[in-house]
Antibody, heavy 120, light 107 residues
Framework: EVQLVETGGGLIQPGGSLRLSCAAS????????MSWVRQAPGKGLEWVSV???????YYADSVKGRFTISRDNSKNTLYLQMNSLRAEDTAVYYC??????????????WGQGTLVTVSS | DIQMTQSPSSLSASVGDRVTITCRAS??????LNWFQQKPGKAPKLLIY???SLQSGVPSRFSGSGSGTDFTLTITSLQPEDFATYYC?????????FGPGTKVDIK
C-alpha cells in the first residue's frame, strides 16, 4: 500500500529555515517523480516543486532560490528545505507521488500534509 | 508561465444534477491536464489525468474532456459525497500551475 507521511512543520519566525520530510512506503521514491504542493489557509492549491527520477528539479517562482527539493534513497524519503521563510509561505505542505504519463505526469498519491506557520 | 482559469468559481447544485466545470489554459497544453477533488481538511484526490483518463477507483460518473486550451470536468448525477472543491492542474510546462478551484455546494 502506498503511503506518504509528511513531518517537520511548525511555527517558525520570518527569515528562518525549516526542513520538511515525506517518508514513503509501498513504492520507491527514487524511481518516481515526486512533488510538493502547498495550500495557504482558506486558499487554493499552489504547486511548489517537483523532483524527477533523473534528478531534474523545477520550482515555482515564489520559492526559487529559497527552497530545495531533494531525496534520500536509503531512507526512501523526500525533503523540502525551506530557507528565508516569509509570512506568505504559511501553508499546509503536501507531498505527492507522481506517475509518468506520455511526456508528462500526474500526482496520484498524496500525504496528509504538514502545517508551516511563519510568524513572529 | 501558463495561467489556468476555471469557471464557475462556485456553483450550487442538487443531488442528481449534472455538473460541468470548465478549465482554460492561457496557451496550448495538449492534454496534460489533471483534475483533483478536495474536501475540507483533506488532501486532494486525483480524479482525471491526461484530460480524459479516469483514475482507478474513481466512480464513472466523473469524466473529463478537452484538448489544447479548453477542458471540461463533468459529473453526471451528483452524489452527496461529491460536494467539494475541484481543481485543474497543467503538467505541460513548469511552473505546473493549478486553477483557482470551483466549489460545488448543496443548493
Amino acid at each position: 500500500e502506498v503511503q506518504l507521511v509528511e513531518t517537520g512543520g511548525g511555527l517558525i519566525q520570518p527569515g528562518g529555515s525549516l526542513r520538511l520530510s515525506c517518508a514513503a512506503s509501498g513504492f520507491t521514491v527514487s524511481s518516481n517523480y515526486m512533488s510538493w504542493v502547498r495550500q495557504a489557509p482558506g486558499k487554493g492549491l499552489e504547486w511548489v516543486s517537483v523532483l524527477y527520477s533523473d534528478g531534474i528539479t523545477y520550482y515555482a517562482d515564489s520559492v526559487k532560490g529559497r527552497f530545495t527539493i531533494s531525496r534520500d534513497n536509503s531512507k526512501n524519503t523526500l525533503y523540502l528545505q525551506m530557507n528565508s521563510l516569509r509570512a506568505e509561505d504559511t501553508a499546509v505542505y503536501y507531498c505527492a507521488r507522481d506517475r509518468r504519463f506520455s511526456s508528462s505526469w500526474y500526482s496520484d498519491y498524496w500525504g496528509q500534509g504538514t502545517l508551516v506557520t511563519v510568524s513572529s | 508561465d501558463i495561467q489556468m482559469t476555471q469557471s464557475p468559481s462556485s456553483l450550487s447544485a442538487s443531488v442528481g444534477d449534472r455538473v460541468t466545470i470548465t478549465c482554460r489554459a492561457s496557451q496550448i497544453i495538449i492534454n496534460y491536464l489533471n483534475w483533483f477533488q478536495q474536501k475540507p481538511g483533506k488532501a486532494p484526490k486525483l480524479l482525471i489525468y491526461g484530460a480524459s483518463s479516469l483514475q482507478s477507483g474513481v466512480p464513472s460518473r466523473f469524466s473529463g474532456s478537452g484538448s489544447g486550451t479548453d477542458f471540461t470536468l463533468t459529473i453526471t448525477s451528483l452524489q452527496p459525497e461529491d460536494f467539494a472543491t475541484y481543481y485543474c492542474q497543467q503538467t505541460y510546462s513548469s511552473p505546473f500551475t493549478f486553477g483557482p478551484g470551483t466549489k460545488v455546494d448543496i443548493k
